[in-house]
């Protein structure tokens, strides 16, 4: 049985990039350092949700803007964004 990939929200020490990173990158790049989604803004994490699901980002932050208060509407996106399943 194969276990889902499921990726790391990654800030980067020096530039300040943040980028979704998988366990094994993040292994072979030291500079980058796991943040909490709660820094991140709406925007950013929407930002990464589209590299995720290019198609169908904009509904679903829409919906969860719209169905929740704005702190839990931040956690289901980056949750969908770091697991690649949208969170219901």
Do not use: W
Request: glycine share 4%; hydrophobic share 30%; net charge positive.
């Amino acid at each position: 049985m194969q276990g889902t990939k499921s990726y790391d929200v990654c800030k980067h020490r020096y530039t300040g990039e943040i980028r979704l990173m998988s366990k094994s990158e993040q292994h072979n790049n030291r500079n980058f350092d796991v943040i909490s989604y709660r820094i991140l803004s709406v925007d950013k994490l929407t930002e990464l949700l589209a590299e995720v699901f290019p198609r169908r980002y904009n509904t679903y932050v829409s919906m969860c803007i719209e169905k929740y208060d704005m702190e839990t509407a931040k956690r289901k996106i980056y949750e969908s964004a770091v697991t690649g399943e949208l969170q219901v």
